[in-house]
């Protein structure tokens, strides 16, 4: 029904609020305050689905992402429910808001998760026991139950302010394998800021 998403980070059907307005058009996320995630869901299944439950997680950004370790969930606990969900793709309902907190002194972005369940079709993450993991960019490409979206948390205001939220920036990195690995990062700035004299020392 539809192509296998490389870019599986940028789910579009998921987005930020700065507050519980129920608005549709995403905006960066506030550092240090409460921020408010909404996510699009549908039932591309030929019967109609019942007791559908959604729920948020977010994680700092880095590479080497592992579920469930390096994710917290949003608020509430436990999630969202939807009392029913047309079949066929007829009905589509906006869930939310999810209420989260971006990490605060980690500057960049902030990866977000929204996982749906039904007792007829549950996520994958559903059928883990204790101690299981996987890493982030195995499950969530492999599971249409599950949508991720990075994103930015960055002050406004002036360019000043967005300069001071790029200073010293922090990444972190991880290997989510039983081996040793190495690891290459490469900082590059968007085009724009190269257009405007910026550089990265």
């Known amino acids: 029904e539809y192509e296998f998403q490389p870019v599986h980070w940028h789910n579009i059907s998921m987005w930020n609020r700065n507050s519980p307005d129920g608005m549709t058009g995403h905006q960066d996320a506030v550092p240090s305050a409460t921020n408010y995630m909404y ?24 590479a080497g992402l592992t579920w469930p370790a390096d994710f917290t969930e949003m608020g509430p606990a436990g999630g969202l429910n939807v009392a029913s969900l047309g079949p066929n793709n007829t009905e589509e309902q906006t869930v939310g808001p999810f209420e989260w907190i971006p990490n605060e002194n980690i500057y960049g972005h902030d990866c977000t998760l929204m996982i749906l369940s ?10 883990f026991t204790a101690g299981d993991s996987i890493a982030e960019w195995r499950l969530v490409p492999n599971d249409n139950n599950i949508g991720q979206r990075n994103v930015h948390i960055l002050p ?6 967005f300069a001071a939220a790029l200073q010293q920036r922090i990444f972190w990195a991880g290997n989510p394998f039983r081996k040793k690995a190495s690891i290459e990062l490469r900082a590059e700035l ?8 910026w550089q990265i020392q």
């Open 190 to 197: 968007p085009k724009f800021l190269q257009e405007m004299g």
């Open 156 to 161: 406004g205001g002036s360019e000043s302010a």
């Open 118 to 127: 039904t007792a007829g079709d549950p996520s994958n993450i559903d059928n």
């Open 39 to 62: 996510v699009k869901i549908k039932n591309r299944g030929t019967q109609a689905a019942s007791n559908v439950n959604v729920r948020g997680y977010h994680c700092l950004p880095g």
